[in-house]
Each structure stands twice: as structure tokens, then as C-alpha cells.
């Protein structure tokens, strides 16, 4: 199983951007595919962005799309989430996982059930 270190987190304010990173310990072969969830005080985790590792589909919940870039650098064994245009309701805690037992083909998980793999998290603060 895969080992998934996020890091990147911090206090921004309204408006501005920032990068995540998530360091995988294994390949893209280990994993079919790959996604950042978030979990705010009080409020159930919620995918926001995913990639399969098949074919490279990415997806955006609704709250994210055009603000949100998902990307990988496959050399680094790293997952990156560009988050631009932030708004205090992007606050949360911000994992990393990986689905190891689904293969996904023009299309990839914002599910957390299946997910089988899962970084400690990284917080984000949206304030002035």
C-alpha cells in the first residue's frame, strides 16, 4: 500500500492561491487512481478533485471546477492541487488518497468510500 504525505497547507486570504502537494511513496502503477478530499469543521469530507492513473481523467466538484487544477509529476512520484480564487468556505483539512482495487477509465473516484489509501492531511485557512 501506498504512503501519502500532503504538505503545502497555511493561512491565505480571501482570493489568493495556493499549491498542495502529495508525496506518494509508491508508483502510479501502484494505484488506479488518485484524489484530494477536504473536510471542514463540523461538515462530512468531500472529494474535490481526482485523476485516474489509467488514462489521466480528472473531475472537479462543482464547488472547485475552474478554480481547482489537479496534476502529477509521475518522475517525482507526486500529486500537486493548484487552488486559486480561494474563498473562506475552501477551509479544511485537505487529504490525499489513492484507490488501489478499482480500475477507473474516463472517469475517477470523489467518493471517499473505496478510497484504501489516505494521508494525514494538510490545513488550509481561508481568513483576513
Known amino acids: 500500500q501506498v504512503q501519502l504525505v500532503e504538505s503545502g497547507g497555511g493561512l491565505v486570504q480571501p482570493g489568493g492561491s495556493l499549491t498542495l502537494t502529495c508525496e506518494v511513496s509508491?508508483?502510479?502503477?501502484?494505484?488506479?487512481?488518485i484524489a484530494w478530499f477536504r473536510q471542514a469543521p463540523g461538515k462530512e469530507r468531500e472529494g474535490v478533485s481526482c485523476?485516474?492513473?489509467?488514462?489521466?481523467?480528472?473531475r472537479y466538484a462543482d464547488s472547485v471546477k475552474g478554480r481547482y487544477t489537479i496534476s502529477r509529476d509521475n518522475g517525482k512520484n507526486t500529486v500537486y492541487l493548484q487552488m486559486d480564487g480561494l474563498t473562506p468556505e475552501d477551509t479544511g483539512v485537505y487529504y490525499c488518497a489513492t484507490d488501489s482495487t478499482v480500475i477507473w477509465l474516463r472517469d475517477c473516484p470523489l467518493a471517499a468510500r473505496g478510497m484504501d489509501g489516505w494521508g494525514k492531511g494538510t490545513l488550509v485557512t481561508v481568513s483576513s
Open positions: 509508491g508508483s502510479t502503477s501502484d494505484y488506479y487512481a
Open positions: 485523476m485516474s492513473s489509467e488514462d489521466d481523467t480528472t
